[in-house]
């Protein structure tokens, strides 16, 4: 459970119930850093657990008080430490860029705060495992913010492979593809950069498709992959500067029960602005999700006559649904509104004493398996995919 900051609510028509109420630190105010402070206004709609913004830190102090102003926290802080030690804090949100997800989230946990840090865990194997040493046994959840894994179609996936039905996986597909760094004019930034970023897009995008891998097919046996730098130089204040990390990688995945699946992953192919397509195919059917249209998964379900058979679309939008509760069914459904949920059910997780998933460990398995993608793409070849445990 959290610690003192139980605030009970006067019962009546509109309370039939208390509430509990969290204060949460942001870490970072950029793209990430905007979602989860509006998600931190939606879960306390959606949430049985009401989190409160009590601290914000960005580097740029003028940035920390007009966001602070802007989504309603109670203090701008110039230093990480400070936001994370702040009184009335008791969770934590690391959204920070990669180079900051393992100094500010072990202090967080060394704290007592419980942590939702941004993915990756680590800008390698190496600094996930490193998370997951400091941090177990110190009785705090740490979740890694895979937001897509908790859109409401996305979860109807993966509640209907955990029911069997596919009747097995024999192939899977997993694809994403953005436009975002098409222009050569685009300025150098850290995620351009392999010492700041650690991996390039299979890190930034691919991540995001490996964690659902690993959980509608199961472990990633071996890889073999390769990649490209499609835009090698960047314009920034010094000068020119070189491009470190991937464009764009595909990779063949061999999976432990003998499926076979691919990964393709990109930020420079025209046309595609947020396509991650994640596909499933079984030996009685096959599920499909694109998440250029979020409120939809396809559906072929080969159980029945073959007359009837072929794809079906279902839109994910009524309140029996997994991931609906607290929107408006029937309604579409916002990119933005799964990090409402996935930070709903992180503090009711932890408030009930239940795990959270994806944890440190589902965090530590997709390291490993984007440190074999890498590793192979420098070399050539199959490589096996290490697991720490």
């Known amino acids: 459970m959290f610690g003192n900051s139980f605030t009970p609510r006067p019962r009546g028509i509109l309370w039939a119930r208390t509430v509990e109420e969290v204060g949460v630190a942001l870490l970072g105010t950029g793209f990430a ?41 109670e203090r701008a802080c110039r230093d990480w430490r400070e936001a994370v030690g702040a009184p009335g804090v008791e969770v934590v949100i690391n ?5 900051w997800h393992v100094g500010p989230t072990v202090e967080a946990a060394r704290l007592g705060r419980h942590v939702l840090v941004e993915k990756p865990l680590g800008r390698s194997l190496g600094e996930a495992l490193e998370v997951w040493r400091a941090v177990r046994g110190l009785g705090v959840t740490v979740g890694v913010g895979f937001n ?7 979860q109807e996936m993966v509640r209907l492979v955990s029911r069997g039905f596919l009747g097995g996986a024999v192939y899977f597909r997993g694809a994403f593809l953005e436009d975002w760094a098409w222009s050569g004019d685009m300025g150098f ?32 046996r071996r890889v073999a992959a390769s990649s490209r730098i499609i835009v ?19 990779a063949l995945l061999e999976f432990e029960d003998e499926v076979l699946g691919v990964l393709e992953s990109a930020r420079v192919l025209p046309g595609r602005q947020n396509y991650m397509a994640v596909e499933v195919y079984g030996r009685r059917g096959a599920l499909m999700f694109n998440l250029e249209r979020p409120d939809e998964l396809w559906v072929a379900d080969y159980g029945l006559p073959e007359g009837e058979r072929g794809l079906r679309r279902v839109r994910v939008l009524e309140r029996v649904h997994p991931g609906m509760r607290g929107f408006w069914a029937k309604h579409s459904f916002g990119w933005h509104s799964s990090f409402a949920v996935q ?15 994806p944890g440190l460990e589902e965090g530590v398995a997709v390291n490993a398996v984007l440190d074999a993608v890498a590793e192979s793409a420098r070399r050539g ?9």
Do not use: Q
């Not at 691919?206 to 199961?218: D, F, N, R, Y």
């Open 33 to 73: 850093g905007r979602a989860h402070a509006a998600a931190i206004w939606g879960a306390r709609r959606i949430g049985g657990v009401l989190p409160r913004p009590v601290a914000v830190y960005s580097r740029r102090p003028g940035r920390a008080r007009e966001f602070a102003e802007r989504f309603g926290f």
């Open 95 to 99: 959204a920070l860029p990669n180079p």
């Open 148 to 154: 897509h894994r908790w859109l409401p179609a996305v």
């Open 343 to 357: 930070l709903a059910r992180f503090l009711e997780a932890v408030a009930r004493g239940e795990e959270f998933r």
């Open 381 to 389: 070849g199959w490589v096996e995919v290490e697991y720490p445990f």
């Open 189 to 220: 930034a850290w995620r351009f950069d392999a010492g700041e970023a650690g991996y390039g897009v299979v890190g930034d995008n691919g991540s995001h498709v490996l964690e659902l891998a690993l959980e509608l097919v199961g472990r990633v």
């Open 232 to 250: 090698g130089v960047r314009p920034s204040p010094e000068g020119a500067r070189r491009v470190t990390n991937e464009d764009l990688a595909a």
